[in-house]
């Protein structure tokens, strides 16, 4: 990595950082066109699970991405595990409690778990970036 010229660094993480725009953009489009092209928002509900899943990450685990990955000694951080984890199952959930309820379609079902997936790929592209080493082992 050390004869790489600063520009292609810098262009390649700009490259990188655009791929999560569009994974983000793209995982909300489908969210959204779940409750428009089937005129039910209900689907939405999946939503306020992405924010909560964020918000024991950025409360107790900060920027150190070591976390997701090793045993904790702290109980803060096996708190922040375990709301993660509730918010996760909660994320995928939710649909399949509303299709098995005959709110939503399978239309809407399908472009909710691919939100989701979308939404996934982009949280793993992210974690790869903040790496120790760049970022180029995952991307």
Not at 37 to 46: E, F, V
Not at 58 to 76: C, K, M, N, P
Not at 90 to 112: D, Q, R, Y
Request: overall charge negative; aromatic content about 12%; glycine content about 8%.
């Amino acid at each position: 990595m050390a004869d790489i010229p600063g520009y292609l660094i810098t262009c390649l993480n700009s490259g990188k950082l655009a791929l999560l725009a569009i994974l983000v953009s793209g995982g909300i489009v489908l969210q959204i066109l779940a409750c428009v092209l089937y005129n039910n928002w209900w689907p939405m509900l999946t939503a306020l699970m992405y924010v909560i899943l964020l918000v024991p990450l950025i409360l107790f685990a900060g920027s150190d991405t070591s976390v997701y990955y090793t045993e904790s000694q702290s109980s803060w951080e096996d708190a922040t595990k375990f709301f993660t984890g509730a918010s996760a199952v909660g994320s995928v959930a939710i649909p399949v409690i509303l299709k098995h309820a005959g709110v939503i379609t399978w239309g809407a079902f399908a472009m909710e778990i691919s939100s989701l997936f979308v939404f996934v790929m982009a949280i793993l592209c992210l974690i790869g970036m903040n790496s120790d080493d760049g970022g180029y082992r995952m991307i």
